[in-house]
């Protein structure tokens, strides 16, 4: 891809990017308030856990954390692989594609053990 398709994709993904990396901040901010809150009550892993479980909010915020997780990651690998290893074309998106959905599997698995 080259010119401006290619201009407008890098655009897009750049943008992608802070977007997620937004996202991220708010959410590893209120993950670190409400984890140093818990311990602060005393409460154990169990507690918390208890307190997690069935609970659709925290599901959803937990979805919401991989999901900026599994953009912001691959898109920032993408432009490291592409400077150090002067990987670029098809081959480098198919495999950061397969990146960002382990990622995605992995995260929402996690999320719903703590949902469940």
């Known amino acids: 891809m080259d010119g401006a398709d290619g201009a407008r994709v890098q655009a897009r993904l750049w943008l992608a990017q802070r977007l997620a990396a937004v996202v991220l901040a708010l959410c590893v901010?209120?993950?670190?308030i409400?984890?140093?809150y818990a311990v602060r009550q005393g409460l154990s892993a169990?507690?918390?856990l208890g307190r997690t479980r069935g609970?659709?909010?925290w599901?959803?915020?937990y979805l919401i954390?991989?999901?900026a997780v599994s953009i912001h990651a691959p898109i920032g690998l993408r432009a490291v692989l592409a400077e150090w290893f002067s990987w670029?074309?098809?081959?480098?998106d198919l495999a950061l594609l397969a990146f960002a959905l382990l990622l995605a599997l992995a995260g929402t698995r996690a999320a719903w053990g703590v949902f469940r």
């Open 55 to 57: 609970n659709l909010a």
């Open 65 to 67: 954390f991989v999901a």
């Open 34 to 36: 409400t984890m140093i």
């Open 46 to 48: 169990a507690e918390i």
């Open 59 to 61: 599901f959803g915020f």
């Open 88 to 92: 670029r074309g098809k081959s480098l």
């Open 29 to 32: 901010l209120v993950h670190l």
